[in-house]
Nanobody, 128 residues
Framework: QVQLVESGGGLVQPGGSLRLSCAVSGFTLDYYTIGWFRQAPGKEREGVSCISRRDGSTYYVDSVKGRFTISRDNAKNTVYLQMNSLKPEDTAVYYC?????????????????????WGQGTQVTVSS
């Protein structure tokens, strides 16, 4: 059974930091590309970051570049999203997801429909 479980969300003030974790099971992490997405109420789900299985290369949406860092620890079956300098507009439910296949497009060419296994999400609220 493929499972992804997000954790690490919470309430933080603007400028603060959080580290999200995505613990995976049911598959070998280093064989799959993993993405982080977020969705705010009334908004479409958007891609935030992605780490490729192929070479570990990473992708970030422009709005988080320089602030967020994605990484993985294959031995711990966990993908992380370090979130620094948080802004109110970062408020959303954050999801991690597994790419449907172990082959195909690179991270920067992927969208939500390319990911078939999703976690339940963790709430991130940035507010003063």
């Amino acid at each position: 059974q493929v499972q992804l479980v997000e954790s690490g969300g919470g309430l933080v003030q603007p400028g603060g930091s959080l580290r999200l974790s995505c613990a995976v099971s049911g598959f070998t992490l280093d064989y799959y590309t993993i993405g982080w997405f977020r969705q705010a109420p009334g908004k479409e789900r958007e891609g935030v970051s992605c780490i490729s299985r192929r070479d570990g290369s990473t992708y970030y949406v422009d709005s988080v570049k320089g602030r967020f860092t994605i990484s993985r620890d294959n031995a711990k079956n966990t993908v992380y999203l370090q979130m620094n300098s948080l802004k109110p507009e970062d408020t959303a439910v954050y999801y991690c997801a597994r790419k449907r296949t172990w082959f195909g497009p690179a991270c920067e060419n992927l969208g939500p429909s390319d990911f078939g296994s999703w976690g339940q999400g963790t709430q991130v609220t940035v507010s003063s």
